[in-house]
């Protein structure tokens, strides 16, 4: 999908031409996995992979959209938003203008085309780009006055209270605060943020997709949570002044390693590092440092692998694929873990060899065929007009 075939869609589907084209990107996180409910930082990026909208008002409150990819539509005539069990896309949809409605927020009627080529099930958060896309879009239509940080915090609770997954806030916000050949580096804690250059000509990003999803996800996220709160909660007694893992020096962790249990202090040691590493990652690419940057990547992987233990041999398999290469900076498992993509700083030039290889190499290892996307940091949700 592209910006002239969503619109030549939307032309035939609805027969005439949309008022307004929307980008909607998916993201990256550069580095800073397993920190956002810790109230520590994330450092993503928007990407070069999005979805897009070709939308138009309507003189009533009908809300029609159209799922070209899958070639499914969806109505709502009144403008009603029902939690769809059948068409769980349209949930994303529904969920984020639901939301606006009740901050007293009521754009009219609506008929949207929209595509993608955000890779399905690779972890790149196309559900984030549908959700504030569409808040975006009726942002324009409607001139409803929403900032972009309003979007990014109503398409968060779309997906938290509608489709009812507790995803943090840094999806929302990497897709929507977006900036060309830039990460940004999002406080979770108070959500200020800072731009911060990738502009390294002479490396890339490139994501391998292990394809593989195992059912842990859920319930140990859930209980890596818990763990950090578990620590939380004991080094408190230590320091009144811990409210969570972000409060926590590595130096002051070291000091109270015994007051922990053994695998809380593995997770409190994995999170309080992780946020240190976050801040030195930010100092390297200030530098165009990017050979540490790559080191700090590697050693989030190990800490999630060994520490956090979120890992799977697949994606264990592509780090280490990886490192072995001269060519690679730094690689890492991205997401909560248990599957999806990792992602590798790559020379410029050794890329395709780098791809041609690890495809070889996952095939001869898990008889599986290995995609891979090279991306590019974009600017985040945008108007196409013109
Ligand atoms: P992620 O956000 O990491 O890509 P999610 O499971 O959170 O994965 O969201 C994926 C869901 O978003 C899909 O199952 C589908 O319901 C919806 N979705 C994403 N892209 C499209 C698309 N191009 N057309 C229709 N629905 C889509
Ligand atoms: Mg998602």
């Known amino acids: ?53 070709a939308a138009s008002k309507r003189t009533d409150q009908a809300l029609h959209f159209y799922a070209a990819d899958l070639e499914e539509s969806f ?25 606006a409605n009740k901050d007293g927020i009521h754009p009219g009627g609506i008929n949207v085309v929209f595509g993608s080529d955000i890779p399905l099930g690779a972890g ?34 779309g997906e938290n209270e509608f489709v009812g997954m507790k995803c943090g806030i840094m999806d929302m916000f990497a897709s929507v605060m977006g900036k060309e050949n830039h990460v940004v580096r999002l406080d979770c804690r108070n959500l200020q943020y ?51 893992l972000r409060d926590v020096s590595p130096e002051f962790l070291a000091l109270h390693t015994s007051v922990l249990p053994p695998v809380v202090y593995q997770r409190c040691k994995y999170v309080v590092e992780e946020i240190h590493r976050v801040k030195q990652a930010c100092e390297a690419l200030v ?25 799977c041999p697949e994606m264990d398999f592509l780090v280490e694929e990886a490192r072995k290469n001269s060519s690679v900076l730094g690689a890492r498992m991205m997401g909560g873990g248990f599957g999806g993509c990792t992602i590798n700083l790559v020379k410029k030039e050794a890329v395709p060899d780098f791809i041609a290889h690890m495809q070889e190499a996952y095939q001869e290892n898990y008889q599986r065929k290995l995609k891979t996307y090279p991306v590019q940091l974009t600017n985040g949700t945008e108007v196409l007009n013109g």
Not at 138 to 152: A, C, H, K, P, W
Not at 207 to 235: M, P
Request: with cysteine; proline share 3%.
């Open 1 to 53: 999908m592209d910006k002239i075939s969503i619109q030549q869609c939307f032309q035939e589907y609805f027969g005439r031409a949309p008022e307004i084209l929307v980008r909607a990107p998916g993201r990256i996180n550069l580095i800073g996995e397993h920190t956002d409910y810790n109230a520590g930082y994330v450092l993503p990026g928007a990407i070069d992979k999005a979805i897009w909208f």
């Open 75 to 99: 109505t709502s005539e009144n403008g009603e938003v029902i939690f769809q069990r059948e068409k769980t896309w349209a949930n994303y949809l529904l969920g984020a203008i639901s939301e």
């Open 124 to 157: 790149l958060s196309s559900s984030a780009a549908l959700e504030s896309g569409v808040l975006f879009l009726l942002n324009e239509l409607y001139q409803l006055g929403l900032s972009r940080m309003d979007i990014v915090k109503l398409a968060q609770r």
């Open 194 to 244: 800072d731009y911060f250059p990738f502009d390294a000509p002479e490396v890339s990003l490139v994501l391998c997709d292990s394809g593989v999803k195992h059912a842990l996800v859920d319930s140990e996220y859930n209980t890596r949570r818990a763990e950090c709160e578990e620590g939380v909660r004991i080094l408190q007694t230590l320091d009144a002044g811990i409210q969570r």
């Open 287 to 311: 530098r165009h440092d990017m050979a540490t940057l790559g080191k700090l990547m590697f050693e989030t992987h190990s800490g999630l692998q060994r520490d956090y233990q979120v890992s």
